[in-house]
């Protein structure tokens, strides 16, 4: 008999183990999404935080020789969520305005009132760096508990270049100190600051041409968004940042077509950004060009579902014509989810996905919209052991069974990170 190799851990005996085996090379579309690459009584041996095998639990067993066993006890195995839209830094919060919202008020009408996002930057431009770290921390606890392992995170609260660079600096503290994973994204051109009122072409010079090469200089964003819609920034003002963006060497995705359509989707191609989110209003041509350039829809049904107007992206449409769909959360102050379980949740229920597809918009698609494809996003041989186990034995629950956490454990480059639902010190 051949000496079994040696590793540190491995998982044994669950129920399904959703691999999403060869899907690293591109993003998935149309039926593959339904395809989960599900080994049923799997196992997964890892060694120095990486995945060295995965396969039936009687063929791991039978070539290594663990460390340390984790039974999975008969449930789901999968890889851990990726959250690639969220808005993770910034200071305070804006249950008030969800009030006012509740008796009618729009989202512009609260932004028109210096609500809305300028109450947020506000706040934000006041915190120290310290305190945004600490706020951040918070967040990143909930997002790990709730079995997400790679956060993208979004600036746009500080809206001059100090401010910017300190919620960048921010993210990257995060990223270095906590186990989750986080991909920053330079979003200054998130909304026009009171101070450039009536002055957005003043405003988006100052983004293209200084605010991005700073970020940039320091080497603190690795993608540059923005805000693309009616009465923030205009198609062409857009698709300067973008141009500005790309110019010093960032991949671009765009808020596109959300509460009204723009042509978002259409400069999302133009440009052949790695993605465009939201796309409530997207229009089918623009969503075809999408599928042409391969250009990815980030969707956020969380996000819609706190907009309370009961319209959601046509997700079906979206991936008919082609388009590969992720999921996030879009956490920021007026949609305050941290959830990837809710997220799904309301992609199947809202937008009509089936579970399956959820899933894999919610792991390897969403790791191919923050590019982390190759290391992340499925449970293949040579990627990080970003694992989670959730308490459920099939994973048609997910979705099904929503507003609890199912996560029993996370496991983080190969240490578990997250036991019995709680993060681990
Ligand atoms: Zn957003």
């Known amino acids: 008999m051949v000496a079994r190799e040696k590793v540190d851990f491995l998982i044994r005996k669950a129920n399904e183990l959703i691999s999403l085996r060869n899907t690293s090379q591109e993003p998935v579309k149309k039926e593959r999404m339904r395809d989960l690459g599900i080994i049923k009584g799997g196992a997964i041996a890892v060694h120095k935080g990486k995945i060295v095998a995965v396969d039936k639990t009687?063929?791991?067993?039978?070539?290594?020789?663990?460390?340390?066993?984790?039974?999975?006890?008969?449930?789901?195995?999968m890889p851990g969520f990726v959250d690639p839209h969220t808005h993770l830094v910034f200071a305070g919060a804006r249950e008030e305005e969800f009030d006012m919202r509740l008796q009618g008020a729009s989202y512009m009408e609260i932004l028109a009132r210096g609500g809305g996002i300028l109450k947020t930057v506000q706040a934000t431009r006041k915190a120290s760096k310290e305190q945004l770290v600490d706020y951040g921390k918070k967040t990143v606890d909930v997002m790990l508990k709730h079995g997400t392992t790679?956060?993208?995170?979004?600036?746009?609260?500080?809206?001059?270049?100090?401010?910017?660079?300190?919620?960048?600096?921010?993210?990257?503290?995060?990223?270095?100190?906590?186990?989750?994973?986080?991909?920053s994204t330079f979003l200054g051109a998130h909304a026009v600051p009171p101070e450039y009122k009536g002055e957005t072409d003043k405003y988006v010079k100052l983004?293209?041409?200084?605010?991005?090469?700073?970020?940039?200089?320091?080497?603190?964003?690795?993608?540059?968004?923005?805000?693309?819609?009616?009465?923030?920034f205009n198609v062409e003002q857009s698709r300067r940042i973008l141009q500005a963006g790309r110019d010093c060497g960032l991949k671009l995705k765009i808020h596109a077509d959300e509460l009204s359509s723009l042509g978002g989707a259409e400069l999302a191609a133009e440009v052949k950004a790695i993605s465009a989110e939201h796309l409530l209003f997207a229009s089918e041509r623009g969503l075809k060009a999408m599928a042409k350039e391969g250009v990815m829809a980030v969707l956020l049904p969380t996000a819609a579902?706190?907009?309370?107007?009961?319209?959601?992206?046509?997700?079906?449409?979206?991936?008919?014509?082609?388009?590969?769909?992720?999921?996030?959360?879009?956490f920021n102050p007026s949609c305050w989810t941290e959830n990837m379980q809710m997220a799904i949740a309301f992609a199947c229920r809202k937008m009509r996905l089936t579970v399956a597809e959820a899933v894999t918009a919610s792991t390897i698609n969403a790791a191919h919209a923050v590019d982390r494809a190759q290391e992340v996003g499925s449970l293949e041989k040579g990627k990080k052991a970003n694992i989670i186990i959730l308490d459920i034995p099939n994973y048609k629950f997910l979705g099904y069974r929503f507003g609890v956490n199912l996560v029993d454990k996370v496991i983080k480059d190969g240490n578990i990170v997250v036991d019995k639902g709680e993060v681990q010190e």
């Open 58 to 77: 009687s063929k791991i067993e039978q070539h290594y020789r663990p460390e340390v066993v984790i039974d999975a006890r008969g449930n789901v195995v």
């Open 150 to 183: 790679t956060v993208e995170a979004k600036s746009g609260y500080g809206l001059t270049t100090k401010d910017e660079i300190k919620c960048l600096e921010v993210a990257k503290e995060l990223d270095e100190t906590h186990p989750i994973d986080v991909a």
């Open 207 to 232: 983004v293209a041409e200084e605010m991005i090469l700073e970020a940039t200089n320091r080497r603190l964003a690795e993608f540059c968004d923005v805000f693309c819609e009616e009465g923030v």
């Open 305 to 330: 579902f706190s907009l309370m107007a009961d319209k959601y992206a046509d997700a079906r449409k979206i991936i008919q014509l082609g388009v590969p769909v992720a999921l996030g959360t879009d």
